[in-house]
T-cell receptor, first 111, second 115 residues
Framework: KQEVTQIPAALSVPEGENLVLNCSFT??????LQWFRQDPGKGLTSLLL?????REQTSGRLNASLDKSSGRSTLYIAASQPGDSATYLC??????????FGKGTRLSVIA | NAGVTQTPKFRVLKTGQSMTLLCAQD?????MYWYRQDPGMGLRLIHY???????AKGEVPDGYNVSRLKKQNFLLGLESAAPSQTSVYFC??????????????FGQGTRLTVV
């Protein structure tokens, strides 16, 4: 059974700091990994999707990497801003089975 | 440009009452699923569907039923609501591939309270 772990569960950083969020998964036979953002009381917004054949994806100040062999992904946020405060979730997918989610990292960026 | 739409957004039920949550997507996705999100538990899969007329159980299916009569709609039913079903429910959809998943899109959630 696939298990996804995100560490840390919560993180507080000053504005402007670069930061890394971690995601690990137990079964490396995945087809893709997706990072989501969730604001309080809201739904999930997709940030980045990495296919298993890719090693990283970038969108603006966000960069996600994937190392299938070690079962790890990182989400790098450059020059953090208070507007980045949210919960970040990673999820792994495999073919015709649904996404399996981690419990998320709650990020607070302090002005 | 609606994406995934969930109805209703909020609901309060009394124990034993029934209700149906509606999920509609306009992206012609084959794959639809229902998750529930609880504090400290993360997102847990209730049921999912890989196409019109198909459904399958997820991690926590007990107390719920689903139907996918039309490709664009996925219904989640609570036959006899219990306080343990108090949660936020999310619907999602994506294309289905036997080799590569594509991006999953989520609705805004339904906050259900059972008293």
């Amino acid at each position: 059974k696939q298990e996804v772990t995100q560490i840390p569960a919560a993180l507080s950083v000053p504005e402007g700091e670069n930061l890394v969020l971690n995601c690990s998964f137990t079964d490396s036979a995945i087809y893709n990994l997706q990072w989501f953002r969730q604001d309080p009381g809201k739904g999930l917004t997709s940030l980045l999707l990495i296919q298993s054949s890719q090693r990283e994806q970038t969108s603006g100040r966000l960069n996600a990497s994937l190392d299938k062999s070690s079962g790890r992904s990182t989400l790098y946020i450059a020059a953090s801003q208070p507007g980045d405060s949210a919960t970040y979730l990673c999820a792994v997918g495999r073919g015709n089975t649904p996404l399996v989610f981690g419990k998320g990292t709650r990020l607070s960026v302090i002005a | 440009n609606a994406g995934v739409t969930q109805t209703p957004k909020f609901r309060v039920l009394k124990t034993g009452q029934s209700m149906t949550l509606l999920c509609a997507q306009d992206m012609n996705h084959e794959y639809m699923y229902w998750y529930r999100q609880d504090p400290g538990m993360g997102l847990r899969l209730i049921h999912y569907s890989v196409g019109e007329g198909t459904t399958a159980k997820g991690e926590v299916p007990d107390g719920y039923n689903v139907s996918r009569l039309k490709k664009q709609n996925f219904l989640l039913g609570l036959e006899s609501a219990a306080p343990s079903q108090t949660s936020v429910y999310f619907c999602a959809s994506s294309y289905l591939s036997v080799t590569v998943n594509t991006e999953a899109f989520f609705g805004q959630g339904t906050r259900l309270t059972v008293v």
